[in-house]
């Protein structure tokens, strides 16, 4: 019996261990939407998965912590939408006042203004408390993973860009790229053979999506956007940002 419950605790710790690294499993939340925080040891490196749609991104994400130092954040839900006091929206355009404002009355078309109010303070009241978690101490780099399935692609974020470095702009491969807000990261990855645009000014309509966000507060910012099931696209991205960024 001894020897039963030393093998399941063994097994306890090489879940939370893998490959003697430092796997530390916690949650946090804004406005009442949950991300799984899972840390593998030291580093100043970030991670974010925001759209519970987009599986490609998320099984990348987890395999690529087994290997390597970072910590992650990963929405804990299956969809695109979330629903925040029964209010369905976008959790990726909740970061400013108007862009939530905006996402509450696309989603919830029978909302009062009263309730928009009420919705967009929420959120706000909890927004620093959340950038404070996943935001890269000492000049970190914060790394958000998407997958795209229809129309979206690099042409839609040229209008917001201040460089484009375009290796192939046909279809499918337009629906591969780099968002980068940082313009040393941008001179890096424009190196690589990937498609990759700098936002460093971000544009007076904000649509209240992190990108802009974290842009407005300076933190070192990079989309790896890429079509949904493009796993091994999406790998070589990471890993050249692995590979050739600090």
């Known amino acids: 019996m001894k020897y039963q419950y030393f093998i399941i605790f063994i097994g306890f710790l ?37 759209h519970g749609d987009e599986k490609t991104a998320a099984m990348l994400l987890k395999r690529h912590l087994k290997y390597n130092y970072g910590t992650a954040f990963l929405i804990e839900n299956n969809k695109r939408e979330v629903f925040i006091n029964g209010y369905m929206m976008d959790p990726n355009r909740i970061f400013s006042k108007a862009g939530a404002a905006k996402n509450l009355i696309k989603f919830n078309g029978n909302i009062s ?40 692609s690099i042409d839609d974020e040229i209008p917001f860009s201040t460089e484009i470095s375009l290796k192939n702009s046909e279809h ?9 807000t940082n313009r040393d990261d941008y001179n890096l990855l424009s190196k690589s053979p990937f498609n990759v645009v700098l936002q460093e000014t971000q544009s007076k309509k904000d649509n209240g999506s992190l990108s802009w966000f974290v842009a407005r507060k300076g933190v070192r910012f990079i989309n790896i956007e890429t079509r949904l099931g493009y796993l091994s696209i999406q790998t070589k991205m990471l890993q050249y940002i692995e590979d050739h960024l600090d």
């Open 172 to 180: 499918p491969h337009h629906h591969n790229f780099f968002i980068c």
């Open 14 to 50: 090489f879940t939370f261990n893998i490959f003697g690294n430092d796997l530390a499993l916690e949650y946090v939340d804004i406005a009442g939407i949950q991300f799984k925080v899972i840390k593998n040891g030291e580093s100043n490196r970030r991670f974010i998965w925001i």
């Open 113 to 152: 203004k009263m309730a928009v109010d009420q919705m967009v303070n929420l959120i706000a009241n909890d927004k620093g408390k959340f950038f404070d978690r996943i935001t890269p101490p000492n000049g970190g780099l914060l790394i958000a993973l998407h997958n795209n399935l229809h129309a979206y």
